[in-house]
């Protein structure tokens, strides 16, 4: 794993892990075991012939793209989350995928200059303008076959033309954090048989963020069978092939590959679980800052008290999160025993009043919100100062017609 930071010039890579190809299927290596018990007696660390590859995948998948905390590996996980998207067979968001590929054109191809895309022009130059992109690059397969070509490139730059003025950034985030909703984005699939002796594996299990999820496979169609949170599964364990799942008053059993499946299964799922709790809350203070922003930041003059909501949030180590995940000890049985009481982060969180205008507090929410570098210099849109300066002077008036009102009744 050293060998790969290095190579990525990144400290820690967080979300992902390294994995091997076996039946098809992507395992995560347990970093703990010597890479000999994958490769066979005839790997060593100088050897120049390697007889397997090992792939960079990501582990655990997230709502919120602002709990990566680097950059090149924010990329790198939006670039895998993309292929994932293109892969999708989830035909009841078909709105989403639209907004998707929007997302991902003004990440990678920028503002749509005015015009580009234009359907008032006839002949060669609307077709040159149109097909600045190609649909097999954004959308998966049965939407262009289901609404066309042609379809997606008249209607696509309108959709792109929106964000016109979302820094790169900035639509990376929005389309990691749309992406979750997708039934098949955000998910670690494992093929599974209902049966022992069953020649096909027509059952996926996913594993997500916030648990896991059983899918059936019926002519070529993903449908959900079961959906568990952490807190509502019991426990896995498995025997040899047999694997089974204890939730909410049922009992799944089903059959992988093989053992060695089994446990990097198992393995797969206890990390999840640790991960989930380990980074909890910092996405809710993460959320609870995109909550204001959605509320403009300022409602009032009220805001929550910004010293201690920026020492909670940091107080926090993501980048730990994740490397604690890879000291859990596998065994053939998980549980949730030992598990934490959850409490709600926001009855922790004490508020005062305050002005709005705190230049201060203002300007550390706004560099964590719109990517800037605390660094440099603060650069926000002008329409976001001039919103705050409406609204107080809606306040102040407000306030001084209540004092006129008060007074005139004396």
Not at 94 to 103: G, I, N
Request: with cysteine; aromatic share 12%; glycine share 6%.
């Amino acid at each position: 794993m050293k060998t790969v930071l290095r190579s990525l010039g990144v400290g820690d890579l967080q979300v992902f892990g390294l994995a091997l190809l076996r039946d098809n299927e992507y395992l995560f290596l347990d970093l703990e075991q010597k890479l000999r018990k994958y490769f066979g007696k005839t790997w060593s660390r100088n050897s120049l012939k390697v007889p397997f590859i090992v792939f960079l995948r990501v582990k655990f998948y997230l709502e919120n793209g602002l709990l990566i905390l680097s950059s090149k590996v924010q990329q790198l996980y939006y670039w895998e989350l993309r292929q994932k998207v293109l892969q999708s067979q989830d035909h009841q968001q078909e709105a989403l995928l639209f907004q998707l590929a929007a997302s991902a054109l003004q990440a990678e191809v920028g503002d749509l200059e005015r015009g580009e895309g234009a359907e008032d022009e006839g002949g060669d130059e609307k077709k040159e303008r149109v097909q600045y992109f190609l649909p097999e690059d954004y959308f998966p397969p049965w939407l262009i076959n289901h609404r066309g070509r042609n379809f997606l490139l008249q209607h696509s730059p309108v959709l792109h033309g929106e964000l016109r003025g979302t820094p790169r950034r900035r639509a990376i985030l929005q389309f990691i954090k749309e992406a979750s909703s997708l039934q098949d984005a955000a998910l670690t699939f494992y093929r599974m048989k209902q049966g022992k002796n069953e020649l096909r594996s027509s059952i996926l299990l996913g594993v997500a963020l916030d648990g896991v999820y059983i899918y059936q496979e019926v002519e070529g169609k993903q449908r959900v069978l079961f959906a568990f949170t952490w807190s509502e599964i019991d426990r896995f364990t498995f025997q040899g092939s047999r694997f089974e799942i204890a939730a909410v008053d049922s009992k799944l059993v089903y059959y992988t590959h093989s053992a060695f499946h089994s446990k990097h299964i198992l393995k797969h799922l206890s990390d999840s679980h640790r991960f989930y709790v380990n980074s909890k809350d910092a996405a809710c203070y993460i959320q609870q800052l995109e909550d204001m922003q959605t509320c403009q930041l300022h409602r009032e003059a009220y805001i929550c008290d910004m010293t201690h909501l920026r020492q909670r949030l940091r107080c926090y180590n993501l980048t730990g999160s994740a490397s604690d995940c890879s000291n859990v000890e596998t065994d053939t049985t998980w549980n949730k025993d030992g598990a934490e009481e959850e409490q709600s982060p926001l009855s922790e969180v004490e508020s005062e009043e305050a002005f709005v205008d705190d230049p201060a507090e203002v300007t550390w929410l706004a560099e964590f919100l719109y990517g800037a570098s605390v660094d440099g210099p603060l650069r926000l849109p002008s329409s976001t100062w001039a919103a705050v300066t409406m609204e107080m002077k809606q306040v102040l008036c407000k306030r001084v017609g209540a004092a006129s009102r008060s007074f005139d009744s004396q």
